[in-house]
């Protein structure tokens, strides 16, 4: 199976960033930043950019001498996030719309720089050999540089995909590895081969929807959904929410994992 299961349109990627945002009851970037230590000078890859939620972050963060390299596979998502921040005609930041299984060989070779902070959030997996592409990045780092990767683990979404298979559908095993286990039965067991230091933080996020619209609105911007089980969708939702008070609690699971001394 390919990779291209997940590869998701940028308006589905901004629906559902979107949808979450208004519901959480953590804000996710913050938490994300709280364990990231870099220089204001860092030269930083971030890699599956996406539209540049955490790219306007990085730039917020660093000084005038910075370098933020971000690339993402979608054409759209770059373009977007190059028109976001088109307005502050920020040199510090270069924009690839590139494959990141490719980004070694075709683009960082080329470019010869040693970056500070390689950094990936909610996209490795799209990569169709993870292990290779993390060695090859891992080349790239500075002497003291850091490899830091976020993602799902555990228990997320699973109240959200139990509905959805209640409804009718089922979600493919490859979706459901990479929201629960990819992240340490593949980024860690790497990392701690390849790294001396590895600091692990996990938290969950509480996304609280109160009603089915939203619930609705969320999976119709998710490759499992199906519109011809929406009824069945709408009235399971509605039965969870009438027995919850009217909510629906999504729990979103999170690891960030932030390694450092290449071996």
Same mark, same amino acid.
């Given at each position: 199976?390919?990779?291209?299961?997940?590869?998701?349109?940028?308006?589905?990627?901004?629906?559902?960033? /979107?949808? /979450?945002?208004?519901?959480?009851?953590?804000?996710?970037?913050?938490?994300? %930043?709280?364990?990231?230590?870099? !220089?204001?000078?860092?030269?930083?890859?971030?890699?599956?950019?996406?539209?540049?939620?955490?790219?306007?972050?990085?730039?917020?963060?660093?000084? !005038?001498?910075?370098?933020?390299?971000?690339?993402?596979?979608?054409?759209?998502?770059?373009?977007?996030?190059?028109?976001?921040?088109?307005?502050?005609?920020?040199?510090?930041?270069?924009?690839?719309?590139?494959?990141?299984?490719?980004?070694?060989?075709?683009?960082?070779?080329?470019?010869?720089?040693?970056?500070?902070? *390689?950094?990936?959030?909610?996209?490795?997996?799209?990569?169709?050999? *993870? $292990?290779?592409?993390?060695?090859?990045?891992?080349?790239?780092?500075?002497?003291?540089?850091?490899?830091?990767?976020?993602?799902? %683990?555990?228990?997320?979404?699973?109240?959200? %995909?139990?509905?959805?298979?209640?409804?009718?559908?089922?979600?493919? $095993?490859?979706?459901?590895? $990479?929201?629960?286990? %990819?992240?340490?039965?593949?980024?860690?067991?790497?990392?701690?081969?390849?790294?001396?230091?590895?600091?692990?933080?996990?938290?969950?996020?509480?996304?609280?929807?109160?009603?089915?619209?939203?619930?609705?609105?969320?999976?119709?911007?998710?490759?499992?959904?199906?519109?011809?089980?929406?009824?069945?969708?709408?009235?399971?939702?509605?039965?969870?929410?009438?027995?919850? &008070?009217? &909510?629906?609690?999504?729990?979103?699971?999170?690891?960030?994992?932030?390694?450092?001394?290449?071996?």
């Amino acid at each position: 199976m390919t990779k291209d299961f997940r590869q998701q349109t940028s308006d589905m990627l901004v629906n559902r960033i /979107n949808i /979450n945002a208004k519901s959480q009851s953590l804000d996710f970037n913050t938490w994300v %930043f709280e364990g990231l230590n870099f !220089p204001s000078n860092a030269k930083i890859l971030e890699i599956c950019c996406g539209t540049g939620k955490q790219t306007h972050l990085f730039l917020d963060k660093l000084g !005038p001498d910075a370098v933020v390299t971000a690339v993402d596979a979608s054409k759209e998502s770059v373009e977007r996030l190059r028109q976001g921040l088109a307005i502050h005609n920020d040199r510090r930041l270069q924009l690839i719309n590139c494959d990141m299984d490719t980004l070694a060989a075709d683009v960082l070779q080329r470019q010869a720089t040693k970056y500070d902070l *390689v950094f990936c959030s909610y996209g490795l997996y799209y990569s169709r050999n *993870v $292990t290779a592409l993390l060695s090859n990045l891992k080349n790239f780092l500075s002497k003291d540089g850091m490899m830091a990767i976020v993602g799902p %683990f555990g228990p997320n979404n699973e109240q959200l %995909f139990n509905l959805v298979e209640r409804s009718g559908t089922k979600i493919d $095993t490859e979706i459901k590895f $990479t929201s629960s286990q %990819f992240m340490h039965e593949v980024v860690f067991p790497w990392m701690s081969i390849n790294f001396s230091s590895i600091s692990s933080r996990t938290t969950y996020n509480d996304v609280t929807w109160k009603k089915v619209d939203d619930i609705l609105a969320y999976c119709q911007s998710t490759t499992y959904y199906r519109d011809e089980l929406k009824d069945a969708f709408i009235d399971l939702a509605q039965t969870e929410m009438n027995i919850n &008070n009217g &909510n629906f609690i999504n729990k979103k699971w999170v690891m960030s994992l932030v390694a450092q001394g290449a071996r």
